[in-house]
C-alpha cells in the first residue's frame, strides 16, 4: 500500500511498534526516512537503522530502545506537525522548544534535516516536521 506521506507512516509505525514492545519495525526508506532515522540516532531515541533490500523495494529496519529497568520505551510521544494539507515554517527566532528543551522537533532546513537545536546553532529556520519526547 503506497502512502501519501512517508513522515506520518515512518511515525506511526515506530509509535505503534513501541506500543507492541517490538524490537525492532521495518519502514520504508527514502531520503527523508533516512535523514529522520539518522537524527533520531543521533539523540538516543533508537538504538541503530539500517538499510536493507534493493532497487525499488528498500527498507529501513530500526531497532527500538527501551529502558533497562522499567522497559518502557525511550520514546514516550511521536507527533507530526507539519503535513501535506498545512505545511508549518518557522524561522530561526520562532523555532519551538518542545517541553522546554526536553523533547526534539525535528526540522527540515536548507541545510537538511536536523533538531531544533542544531538549527538555532545553525541559524536557520525551515519546516518543522514532528515533535518527539
Not at 18 to 24: D, G, I, K, L, S
Amino acid at each position: 500500500m503506497a502512502a501519501n506521506d512517508t513522515i506520518a507512516d515512518m511515525l506511526t509505525r515506530i509509535r505503534n511498534s513501541c506500543m507492541a514492545r517490538h524490537q525492532t519495525t521495518q519502514i520504508p526508506s527514502t531520503r527523508m526516512t533516512r535523514s529522520i532515522a539518522q537524527v533520531l540516532k543521533q539523540e538516543g531515541f533508537i538504538a541503530d537503522f539500517e538499510e536493507t533490500g534493493e532497487g525499488i523495494k528498500k527498507y529501513l529496519v530500526v531497532s527500538l530502545k527501551y529502558n533497562s529497568k522499567t522497559k518502557a520505551p525511550t520514546i514516550q510521544k511521536l507527533q507530526r506537525v507539519s503535513r501535506p494539507g498545512l505545511r508549518v515554517y518557522r524561522n530561526r527566532k520562532e523555532l519551538p522548544r518542545v517541553l522546554g528543551g526536553i523533547g526534539v522537533a525535528i526540522i527540515s532546513t536548507s541545510s537538511g534535516v536536523m533538531t531544533d537545536r542544531e538549527a538555532r546553532r545553525q541559524g536557520v529556520g525551515g519546516e518543522v516536521l514532528c515533535y518527539i519526547w
